[in-house]
């Protein structure tokens, strides 16, 4: 076990490599330089990658960073979720896939397409075929003087090729896996709010997208309508296989998909799966949601502020390395932490134990739900 004294002596061993310690032989580094060549790039067998995206907005000469180095990469053929405080930069990312804003630095990669190097024309064809977006105000949306089937057929005749008989087919057919059916002649307004939203869906399926990003689609309704909604995002991703992304604050939503990742500050924080396990004595399936801390590619993880608040973490804490898992502590005076702790080679609580994982002081997540930072 490395103590706290120990840290920096040796930056190989800490890192778990058993390097040994001096000058790398030249052959020992071309070795580590093919072994880095070989190795897949980031994000290689995603359909969304961002890679320490970064966007820097400058407002009356005060710069504001809105992403500040977020990774984040999405499966083909997932449904996830996105949470976050106001400000969090949700919607800033979300712009950037959709292709609307493009980012200050870093990688962002939808479906094989570059966010950062797409000229305007392959911006337009991004937007028009490889990504569909629901917003919260459903005047964005849909086009008021259009019904329902025109609406879906609009997107469909604006990307030229299908002809009128297949467009309204294909529209059809949207709306019918949708539960639309009923409403196929009518205008927004002769709609229900859940029915604009769930049209919305239909409108961004309209070209068959790999991506259908949304943000806050269930924000203006009331829950049982938001659940409506929320069904059809998971018929279109079951039905059709699209990668569905949304931004939403409802615990409802974030509760009902396998993953849930949080922003805080512009960067992914954390992140909660939920997979369903089966009890092997009594054979009875559950959902057993775990949250995890994002580790990103630095190195860099981002603490839940109740955890380092509840200890008086600030600006830096000490880390201890052990066989399983990192412990990190409060900076303190070592001898007064000594005094504390009592004697032994690594920090203990009050009754002499040391700390469990899960225990806040390891830094572990403990099983949460609800990621919403
Ligand atoms: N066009 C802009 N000009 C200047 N600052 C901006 C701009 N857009 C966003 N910001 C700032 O960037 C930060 C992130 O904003 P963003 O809208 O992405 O957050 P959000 O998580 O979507 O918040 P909310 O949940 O309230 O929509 C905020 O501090 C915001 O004020």
Redesign the pocket.
Known sequence: MTTPSDHGQDASAAAGTGAPAGPASLAELERRAAARRRRPAYGHDALIACDRLV?V???DGVE????QGLDLLVAEGELMALV????????????ILAGLDVPTAGAAKVAGRDLLTMDAGARLGYRREVVGFVWQQTARNLLPYLTTLQNVTLPMQLSGGRRRAARTKAAERLLSMLSLDHCRDRRPHQLSGGEQQRTAIAVALANSPSVLLA??PTGELDSHTAEQVFTAFRTANEELGTTIVI?T?DQAVASEVRRTVA?RD?RTSSEVLRRTERDAATGRESLVAREYAMLDRTGRLQLPAEYTGSLGMEHRVLLELESDHIGVWPDRPADEGRAEEGSGDGPEDEAGQAPEPGDARTGMPGTADGADA
């Open positions: 966007r907005f400058t407002a504001v960073q809105a992403l976050g405080a106001s400000g969090s930069g949700k919607s800033t990312l979300m712009n943000d806050e931004v604050h922003i512009g």
